[in-house]
T-cell receptor, first 118, second 116 residues
């Protein structure tokens, strides 16, 4: 079974600064996918960024980038130029594919509550 | 359009009631999911449908009964629920075309369920 650990229950950052959220996972799989999802207060879960395990290059999406260290099983999220709208709970998620299908089960970490202060 | 819609937004029901949650997507996705989420906790997978067939049931109690009438619609029928079933119920969908692997899931806003 896979496990995903987010060791920072809460974090805060000043507007315009950079913050890094940590995520580690444990798996015996070689091919898998990793995601960061954002869930603002009372709002829906939004995909922030995804990373395919077979790709060495770290994924980037505008102000969001990841540091994917496959050997260390680490997948951290860096948010640059933090904005008030980034305030949310952030979930790291692992997906192993289910036998030849295009979808799989997501295993989520416990989440990190990020607060951006003006 | 990357929208997954869910109705109702809020639902209060007694333990003897029967109610249904509805989820709809028009992105052409063929995999649809139900999750249960307690406050400040991650979502827990309940069911997965692929091409309108139940693919995964995470040992969910029978008082929760999913249904996928067509490729755009997913229902969750509720009957004889317990107060501990109170939670946010999230629907999600993803592509499932067997051509590419590891499609991401798109989530709806959820239905906040309270069982009294």
């Amino acid at each position: 079974a896979q496990t995903v650990t987010q060791s920072q229950p809460e974090m805060s950052v000043q507007e315009a600064e950079t913050v890094t959220l940590s995520c580690t996972y444990d798996t015996s799989e070689n091919n898998y996918y990793l995601f960061w999802y954002k869930q603002p207060p009372s709002r829906q879960m939004i995909l922030v960024i995804r990373q395919e395990a077979y790709k060495q290059q770290n994924a980037t999406e505008n102000r969001f980038s990841v540091n994917f260290q496959k050997a260390a099983k680490s997948f951290s999220l860096k948010i640059s130029d933090s904005q008030l709208g980034d305030t949310a709970m952030y979930f790291c998620a692992f997906m192993k594919l289910t036998g030849g299908t295009s979808y799989g089960k997501l295993t989520f970490g416990q989440g990190t509550i990020l607060t951006v202060h003006p | 359009d990357t929208e997954v819609t869910q109705t109702p937004k809020h639902l209060v029901m007694g333990m003897t009631n029967k109610k249904s949650l509805k989820c709809e997507q028009h992105m052409g996705h063929r995999a649809m999911y139900w999750y249960k989420q307690k406050a400040k906790k991650p979502p827990e997978l309940m069911f997965v449908y692929s091409y309108e067939k139940l693919s995964i049931n995470e040992s969910v109690p029978s008082r929760f009964s999913p249904e996928c009438p067509n490729s755009s619609l997913l229902n969750l029928h509720l009957h004889a629920l317990q107060p501990e079933d109170s939670a946010l119920y999230l629907c999600a969908s993803s592509r499932d075309d067997r051509l590419y692997l590891g499609y991401e899931q798109y989530f709806g806003p959820g239905t906040r369920l309270t069982v009294t």
